[in-house]
Each structure stands twice: as structure tokens, then as C-alpha cells.
């Protein structure tokens, strides 16, 4: 009947009928349909597996790099909530969009504190030493206090005087200018040019079990009449271990010789002066003379005003890689779509407007030179992520032959806002009640003076050299036995 309505005769050969036809048809689309409607997710889940991928990568290439030289990771990275400013703790990390804003591991850990590294040679041409800030570029909130954002010092090796402490005293504590010693009292004795030192040492309990900690800040008894023995000595009561004495011959030292600070250019470094370069804020200054001079830097890392109002810390994406040497001369980011609503660097670290805005910032490993797309001969595409760095052209700094083996830092931001952050060893390296102990350790200290071990919680100043430290807010401990291990 169907085929007598449609005029349809078979003449006797097989085959499908165009309403047969018109009903696969439809079928098939109906499945095409289905199908396309997937396509979208199954690219959106293939694109986030790549980027997890690339992350992973890239974090993996990071560790590695820090494993050759471990201590260019700092100390610790602080942060402090920006409702109240506490110190946020490793174990309260909650989400940036909970009422009223507290803080949280990705938006507000954005001090830098104890990056200790050795000053690089100078480059044929270079007056300064130039040494890239290696977890990215700083800020200075209040360019008239340099001293609150931006701390450097030299640290110079003491030795101790081979005596015990009795043959010590009986000599009259004799010293010399590069000698320390750290009393059985925990007292710190150096020369009065020294004000504070960086110190290791062993102390003992009550119960006659040794305790180690590194690298605490102590004040010098011989540049202050008011200096207090390590923190160690405080423990006086229980619960926990109670201090018996520093075990004097297991000590080191480190003096710690404070350098003014300043933001500016290479013209204006001096012996004694640490300048953050004023563009960018990515390297630091320092005099020819302490080219191989190991020195600790303590910055605050890039940050914006969030609706809030509040500083967060910029999610900045950082990847190192060898320069091109090869026509036309380009790299692909590891990830496209560069934020482009506001650029990553509008303004110098004084405020003043910049000529031109940079999206993406080079940093020459070698020489420290800082290149952005602002300059004629680096082109960036934001879609794609791809950066060229045209060395033919006429103002490159550099021809593809000197650029040839040279190492490059590159910092952009992503639209998703993709960032590394790398942090030391939590504080279950600790032992249990040394932890506990030290973070109250006197229950008629201020809540402001426990100590945070994964973060070291500055209080107030963070070391500036015009104000007294709180020495409490410096302090890590070991393991025992003395082998300490490194996160």
C-alpha cells in the first residue's frame, strides 16, 4: 500500500524505498546529534587533562632544578589573612569566597622569607651583580618604608674558639672579630659589629635528650644589653621538654650584616646597598664586590586588590626555558589565552605609569637583563601563548649567537590563572612535642608570639633594619639525630 501511494514499483530488483530511506535517515541523525552534543565535554575534559599534564610537568622540572640548588627554596612562605591579618595557619585553608574573605594557601601566602643564595660573577659590561628573585617578581606596598617589603643581608660564616666553656671564661671570653660562642645559658656571644647571627645548636632537656634547631635568629650579648638568650631557654615549665642547657662545642653561627635597601636602577647601587630594580621588581642589585657572597633576601611577592579591596597575591605563571636560537625565533608557552583585561605590568614599583604596558616579562638568566613585550623585537600572541624573540632585529640586545645557550625566566598570566607554588617541608618533620611546646611555650606570652614551624609567622615587622626584630618569629627545629632533612 505504501509503495501504490508513493508510486514506488520495484521491477522485480531489491532495494529500500525513499520512506525506508527518509526513516534511516532520520535514525542516523538522531545518532549524529547525540553524538556532536558530546563533543564539547569530551574536549573540555581532554583540554583539562592536558593542562594537569603540563602542570605536573612543569612543578616536576621546578623540583628538579631546586634539588640542585636547594637553597635558593626558602625558608618558609608566609602569608597573613586579610580580614585581620593573622598569620594563616597550614591547617585553615579555606576558600577565598567565604565571608568576610579570610585567607587561604593560594591567594594570600605572599611572604618570601629566608631565600639565601649566592650573588652571581658579573657578565662582561656589568658594573652590579644582578640576581633574579627566584620565586617571582616583588612589590613594595609603601615605597617610603623599602625596609618593610624588602630585606637583605650578608651572612658570613663565624668559628667557634676550640675551648670549652669553663677554659672560655677563665681566658676572659676572649673572641675574635670572625669568632662566635653560645654559652651552656644559650647566650650569644660575636663581635660588637655583628647585632644579630643566624644560629644552629644543640640544646638538652631536663630528662637529658638532646633537641636540635637550625638557623634561629638570636641578638648578640656583646652589641646588646638587652639581648636574650636562643628561644630555647624559655622553656621553663611543662607540658613538654624543659631546657637544661646549650650544649656549647654542637653550635654554629652565621652573622647576619644588614644592607640598606632601596628601589632603583644599577646607577644607584653602593657598597652596603641592595637595590630591587624599579621596573618589574623581578631582580635585585647588588655591589661588584660581592659577587659570591651568600646573602638572604626576604620580599613580598606581586600582589592585586581583590573586590575586597584586599591584597592577594597575582597568580603569576613562571616557566624557564633555553633561549631560541633557531628562526623565526619562537617558544610556546606551556599555556594560551593570556589574561589581557589588565597587563601584568602597567605600572614601575614606584607608581609611575610605564611607557608601555607588559603582558609577558624574559628575565636572562646569565645577566639578569628584564625584556617584555613592550620591546619593538619581542612579539607575544595571547591567543595561542607564543612568545618570538626576533634577535635579528636591529634593537635586540642580543644576535641569535649570543643568545645561544642562554637560560630564560618567563612570567605571564593566564586567563585561568595557572601558578606554581613551591614551599618547604610541613611541620610534621618536627618532632610532636618540641612542636607543641614552642608554639606556647609560656602561656603569658602574646597569642602573636607562638611559633608557626611550616611558616615561621612574622609578627608586626619582618626583620626591618630600622626596627628591632621580634626574634621569636624566626625559628625552626630538626630532628634528632643531628642529620637534618631538607623539604
Same mark, same amino acid.
Given at each position: 500500500?505504501?509503495?501504490?501511494?508513493?508510486?514506488?514499483?520495484?521491477?522485480?530488483?531489491?532495494?529500500?524505498?525513499?520512506?525506508?530511506?527518509?526513516?534511516?535517515?532520520?535514525?542516523?541523525?538522531?545518532?549524529?546529534?547525540?553524538?556532536?552534543?558530546?563533543?564539547?565535554?569530551?574536549?573540555?575534559?581532554?583540554?583539562?587533562?592536558?593542562?594537569?599534564?603540563?602542570?605536573?610537568?612543569?612543578?616536576?622540572?621546578?623540583?628538579?632544578?631546586?634539588?640542585?640548588?636547594?637553597?635558593?627554596?626558602?625558608?618558609?612562605?608566609?602569608?597573613?589573612?586579610?580580614?585581620?591579618?593573622?598569620?594563616?595557619?597550614?591547617?585553615?585553608?579555606?576558600?577565598?569566597?567565604?565571608?568576610?574573605?579570610?585567607?587561604?594557601?593560594?591567594?594570600?601566602?605572599?611572604?618570601?622569607?629566608?631565600?639565601?643564595?649566592?650573588?652571581?660573577?658579573?657578565?662582561?659590561?656589568?658594573?652590579?651583580?644582578?640576581?633574579?628573585?627566584?620565586?617571582?617578581?616583588?612589590?613594595?606596598?609603601?615605597?617610603?618604608?623599602?625596609?618593610?617589603?624588602?630585606?637583605?643581608?650578608?651572612?658570613?660564616?663565624?668559628?667557634?674558639?676550640?675551648?670549652?666553656?669553663?677554659?672560655?671564661?677563665?681566658?676572659?671570653?676572649?673572641?675574635?672579630?670572625?669568632?662566635?660562642?653560645?654559652?651552656?645559658?644559650?647566650?650569644?656571644?660575636?663581635?660588637?659589629?655583628?647585632?644579630?647571627?643566624?644560629?644552629?645548636?644543640?640544646?638538652?632537656?631536663?630528662?637529658?635528650?638532646?633537641?636540635?634547631?637550625?638557623?634561629?635568629?638570636?641578638?648578640?650579648?656583646?652589641?646588646?644589653?638587652?639581648?636574650?638568650?636562643?628561644?630555647?631557654?624559655?622553656?621553663?615549665?611543662?607540658?613538654?621538654?624543659?631546657?637544661?642547657?646549650?650544649?656549647?662545642?654542637?653550635?654554629?653561627?652565621?652573622?647576619?650584616?644588614?644592607?640598606?635597601?632601596?628601589?632603583?636602577?644599577?646607577? *644607584?647601587? $653602593?657598597? %652596603?646597598?641592595?637595590? /630591587?630594580?624599579?621596573?618589574?621588581?623581578?631582580?635585585? #642589585?647588588?655591589? &661588584? @664586590?660581592?659577587?659570591?657572597?651568600?646573602?638572604?633576601?626576604?620580599?613580598?611577592?606581586?600582589?592585586?586588590?581583590?573586590?575586597?579591596?584586599?591584597?592577594?597575591?597575582?597568580?603569576?605563571?613562571?616557566?624557564?626555558?633555553?633561549?631560541?636560537?633557531?628562526?623565526?625565533?619562537?617558544?610556546?608557552?606551556?599555556?594560551?589565552?593570556?589574561?589581557?583585561?589588565?597587563?601584568?605590568?602597567?605600572?614601575?614599583?614606584?607608581?609611575?605609569?610605564?611607557?608601555?604596558?607588559?603582558?609577558?616579562?624574559?628575565?636572562?638568566?646569565?645577566?639578569?637583563?628584564?625584556?617584555?613585550?613592550?620591546?619593538?623585537?619581542?612579539?607575544? *600572541?595571547? $591567543?595561542? %601563548?607564543?612568545?618570538? /624573540?626576533?634577535?635579528?632585529?636591529?634593537?635586540?640586545? #642580543?644576535?641569535? &649567537? @649570543?643568545?645561544?645557550?642562554?637560560?630564560?625566566?618567563?612570567?605571564?598570566?593566564?586567563?585561568?590563572?595557572?601558578?606554581?607554588?613551591?614551599?618547604?617541608?610541613?611541620?610534621?618533620?618536627?618532632?610532636?612535642?618540641?612542636?607543641?611546646?614552642?608554639?606556647?611555650?609560656?602561656?603569658?606570652?602574646?597569642?602573636?608570639?607562638?611559633?608557626?614551624?611550616?611558616?615561621?609567622?612574622?609578627?608586626?615587622?619582618?626583620?626591618?633594619?630600622?626596627?628591632?626584630?621580634?626574634?621569636?618569629?624566626?625559628?625552626?627545629?630538626?630532628?634528632?639525630?643531628?642529620?637534618?632533612?631538607?623539604?
Amino acid at each position: 500500500m505504501v509503495r501504490r501511494l508513493l508510486g514506488v514499483r520495484r521491477h522485480g530488483r531489491g532495494g529500500m524505498t525513499l520512506l525506508e530511506l527518509l526513516v534511516a535517515m532520520s535514525i542516523l541523525l538522531v545518532g549524529i546529534y547525540a553524538v556532536a552534543r558530546g563533543f564539547p565535554s569530551l574536549f573540555g575534559n581532554l583540554e583539562e587533562e592536558k593542562t594537569r599534564t603540563e602542570m605536573v610537568r612543569l612543578a616536576e622540572a621546578r623540583l628538579e632544578r631546586l634539588k640542585s640548588d636547594p637553597h635558593r627554596l626558602p625558608e618558609a612562605i608566609a602569608g597573613h589573612a586579610p580580614a585581620d591579618m593573622s598569620v594563616i595557619r597550614p591547617d585553615e585553608w579555606p576558600d577565598e569566597d567565604v565571608d568576610p574573605y579570610p585567607g587561604n594557601p593560594r591567594d594570600d601566602y605572599t611572604w618570601v622569607l629566608g631565600e639565601t643564595f649566592e650573588v652571581p660573577g658579573l657578565q662582561p659590561g656589568q658594573g652590579v651583580a644582578v640576581y633574579p628573585l627566584n620565586l617571582g617578581p616583588a612589590i613594595v606596598q609603601d615605597p617610603t618604608s623599602v625596609g618593610e617589603y624588602f630585606q637583605v643581608f650578608k651572612l658570613l660564616r663565624l668559628r667557634r674558639p676550640d675551648l670549652s666553656q669553663a677554659d672560655w671564661e677563665m681566658a676572659g671570653r676572649p673572641l675574635a672579630d670572625d669568632q662566635f660562642f653560645l654559652d651552656s645559658n644559650g647566650f650569644l656571644f660575636a663581635d660588637v659589629q655583628y647585632a644579630r647571627c643566624r644560629v644552629d645548636y644543640c640544646w638538652v632537656d631536663d630528662t637529658g635528650r638532646a633537641h636540635w634547631v637550625s638557623d634561629e635568629v638570636a641578638d648578640n650579648v656583646m652589641a646588646s644589653a638587652v639581648a636574650l638568650p636562643v628561644r630555647a631557654a624559655e622553656l621553663t615549665a611543662g607540658p613538654g621538654p624543659v631546657f637544661a642547657n646549650v650544649i656549647p662545642e654542637m653550635s654554629q653561627a652565621k652573622a647576619m650584616i644588614g644592607y640598606s635597601a632601596v628601589i632603583g636602577q644599577a646607577a *644607584d647601587v $653602593v657598597p %652596603g646597598l641592595a637595590v /630591587l630594580e624599579s621596573n618589574y621588581g623581578a631582580t635585585m #642589585l647588588l655591589p &661588584a @664586590e660581592d659577587a659570591g657572597a651568600v646573602m638572604h633576601v626576604n620580599y613580598q611577592l606581586r600582589t592585586d586588590l581583590d573586590a575586597a579591596g584586599q591584597p592577594r597575591r597575582t597568580p603569576i605563571m613562571l616557566e624557564e626555558m633555553a633561549a631560541p636560537t633557531q628562526a623565526p625565533y619562537r617558544v610556546d608557552l606551556k599555556f594560551g589565552g593570556i589574561y589581557d583585561e589588565a597587563p601584568l605590568f602597567q605600572d614601575d614599583l614606584l607608581g609611575n605609569p610605564l611607557a608601555n604596558p607588559a603582558y609577558v616579562l624574559v628575565v636572562d638568566m646569565l645577566t639578569g637583563d628584564a625584556y617584555s613585550d613592550a620591546d619593538t623585537w619581542v612579539t607575544l *600572541d595571547m $591567543v595561542q %601563548g607564543r612568545l618570538t /624573540l626576533d634577535w635579528d632585529d636591529a634593537s635586540s640586545p #642580543l644576535s641569535a &649567537a @649570543e643568545a645561544h645557550g642562554r637560560e630564560l625566566r618567563v612570567y605571564y598570566r593566564t586567563l585561568d590563572g595557572h601558578m606554581i607554588a613551591v614551599e618547604k617541608a610541613p611541620d610534621y618533620f618536627i618532632e610532636e612535642p618540641i612542636k607543641t611546646t614552642y608554639e606556647n611555650p609560656n602561656p603569658a606570652l602574646d597569642e602573636s608570639d607562638k611559633v608557626d614551624y611550616r611558616y615561621y609567622r612574622p609578627t608586626r615587622s619582618l626583620c626591618s633594619p630600622s626596627r628591632r626584630p621580634d626574634r621569636r618569629s624566626w625559628l625552626t627545629t630538626s630532628p634528632v639525630p643531628p642529620r637534618r632533612t631538607s623539604g
